[in-house]
């Protein structure tokens, strides 16, 4: 019988022994679940002694950088932001290759993390999110949460950094998502936060289709936060897997008021899976979709036509890159 309360105890009780009185402890947050209810644990069981590094982008989406360091230190979490946006943007800059762009930011990650970490002393210990199946596939020898290795090298915030100086902290190793997700309710994080949908570490920079640009990124940003707040907003949020926004390249001729418009198409994706190797679109009310394509094209003026994408992973991923 799972018991979480009882759970969240041991768990508490398994980093101190690990970590003994004096070890420090370095984590990299994402502002996912994972990695927020292992600060909160962390916090709980070493107090101060846990450090959360949170690097910044600029790939987040809307309020989401400031949404994540409340969220945390309110519950007592010692959270060090790294702007680190003009590094990731000035790398990515002239680059469209999905793979090429991943990798980018996979580097630059590690970059800025331990460009960081170097300032803030030395830390024995560095806590991992790794969850039970992450632990089957990485045995298995694919590293991959889509199951699909050789279809994009999946670069993810909790991977930092591959160095051997470290003792690792996983205390999640035997528990599925789920179980996080009560843990999370147990230790008080906000829903919004532990109920999101999963978001990609490269973040927004894979919803920009072709070059990431600090202007498309705003563009994305705001159609985002429109699908997402809508989709909140509907009651339909906890119903999808995933939901998201893309920006594509493709301009197109549209008319607002008496002038003819040349402008960008948006395309807003919404899935339903248990695993996510394979998904199917999900059936939003058409009535929903009329409204956000509304708000989205009075709201957002770089945008003139939005889309729906009615595809099913396989054929198509559920990132459009
Ligand atoms: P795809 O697009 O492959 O995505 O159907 C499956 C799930 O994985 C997420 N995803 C990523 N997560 N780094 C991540 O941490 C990545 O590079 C990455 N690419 C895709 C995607 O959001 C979906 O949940």
Request: aromatic share 8%; glycine share 10%; proline share 4%.
């Amino acid at each position: 019988d799972w018991n979480a309360e009882h759970i969240v105890e041991e768990l508490i009780e398994n980093v101190r022994a690990q970590v003994g009185e004096q070890g420090r402890v370095l984590l990299g947050i994402s502002g996912g679940v994972d990695s927020s209810t292992l600060a909160l644990l962390l916090a709980r069981a070493v107090g101060e002694r846990l450090t959360a590094v949170f690097i910044d982008h600029g790939l987040l989406r809307l309020g989401e950088r400031a949404e994540v360091e409340q969220a945390l230190r309110g519950a007592g979490v010692n959270v060090v932001t790294v702007d680190a946006q003009d590094a990731f943007l000035g790398a990515l800059a002239g680059v469209s290759d999905p793979e090429q762009k991943r990798k980018i930011i996979g580097r630059e990650f590690i970059r800025a993390f331990e460009r960081e970490t170097a300032k803030l002393g030395d830390f024995e210990f560095l806590a991992q999110g790794t969850l039970y199946p992450d632990v089957i596939e990485s045995a298995g020898g694919h590293g991959d949460k889509s199951g699909a290795a050789n279809i994009k090298s999946h670069h993810n915030v909790g991977g930092l950094p591959d160095d051997v100086q470290f003792k690792l902290v996983e205390p999640f190793r035997t528990l599925f998502k789920d179980e996080v997700r009560e843990i999370a309710r147990l230790l008080g994080l906000p829903d919004h936060i532990r109920m999101r949908h999963p978001f990609p570490g490269p973040g927004l920079a894979i919803r920009c289709l072709g070059e990431v640009t600090e202007a498309k990124l705003d563009i994305l940003r705001r159609v985002d936060d429109v699908f997402i707040s809508g989709l909140r907003e509907f009651g339909l949020y906890d119903g999808c897997s995933q939901a998201l926004a893309v920006l594509t390249p493709i301009q197109s001729v549209g008319v607002m008021g008496d002038e003819r418009t040349y402008s960008y198409t948006a395309a807003l994706r919404a899935v339903t899976t248990d695993d996510f190797m394979t998904a199917e679109w999900a059936r939003l009310p058409y009535e929903f979709l009329a409204t956000m394509s509304n708000r989205i094209v009075n709201q957002v003026h770089e945008i003139n036509r939005v889309v729906y994408d009615i595809t099913g992973k396989p054929p198509a991923t559920i990132e459009w890159e």
